[in-house]
């Protein structure tokens, strides 16, 4: 069975600093990932997928997230983060074989402090 | 393009009631989702409907029913509101060529 872990439910960080956001996934087949972040009181919007290819991916807001196959993680990286990061960060997955279904990890809040 | 949209936006509920949440997309999906949010837990799938004519159960389906109305619309249903339905419902769509979902901004749910 897949599955998604998010190691960290918050993780507080000072303006200007950099940040990791950590998603680890179970799953015996090949598998597409997501990030979404979520501001407060909306919905959920792409931050960036990797399909294939170069296991570093780059997306939106200067965030950027890296595939590791051997050890099943794709964590979220920002070299300086802004107040206006502050959301809830959400880690995804897509099986192969599978694609009507997407796995979501319990998610990250980042709250970014001035 | 409006993408996904949901209505209605917030919602009150007395325990036994009923009531039915849309959703609509107009970027020609053929698969939609119904997903509740509650804190901590992430989102859980309720529903899903892979393709119009066909709906199939996810993680929580207790409590709740779905219509694939068309390729536009996918409706969910509460029959009988009970407290612990009170979460924030998102619809999502998506296709196999375009990888990822397409949220709705949320339908705010209180059963008192």
């Known amino acids: 069975a897949q599955s998604v872990t998010q190691l960290d439910s918050q993780v507080p960080v000072f303006e200007e600093a950099p940040v990791e956001l950590r998603c680890n996934y179970s799953s015996s087949v090949s598998v597409y990932l997501f990030w979404y972040v979520q501001y407060p009181n909306q919905g959920l919007q792409l931050l960036l997928k990797?399909?294939?290819?170069?296991?570093l991916v780059k997306g939106i807001n200067g965030f950027e997230a890296e595939f590791n196959k051997s050890q099943t993680s794709f964590h979220l990286r920002k070299p300086s983060v802004h107040i206006s990061d502050t959301a809830e960060y959400f880690c995804a997955v897509r099986v192969f074989g599978n694609f009507n279904k997407f796995y979501f990890g319990s998610g990250t809040k980042l709250n970014v402090k001035p | 393009n409006a993408g996904v949209t949901q209505t209605p936006k917030f919602q009150v509920l007395k325990t036994g009631q009923s009531m039915t949440l849309q959703c609509a997309q107009d970027?020609?999906?053929?698969?939609m989702y119904w997903y509740r949010q509650d804190p901590g837990m992430g989102l859980r799938l309720i529903y899903y409907s892979a393709s119009e004519g066909t709906t199939d159960k996810g993680e929580v389906p207790n409590g709740y029913n779905v219509s694939r109305l068309n390729k536009r619309e996918f409706s969910l249903r509460l029959e009988s509101a009970a407290p612990s339905q009170t979460s924030v419902y998102f619809c999502a769509s998506s296709e196999i060529q375009v990888y990822e979902q397409y949220f709705g901004p949320g339908t705010r749910l209180t059963v008192t």
């Open positions: 970027m020609n999906h053929n698969s």
């Open positions: 990797y399909l294939s290819g170069s296991t």
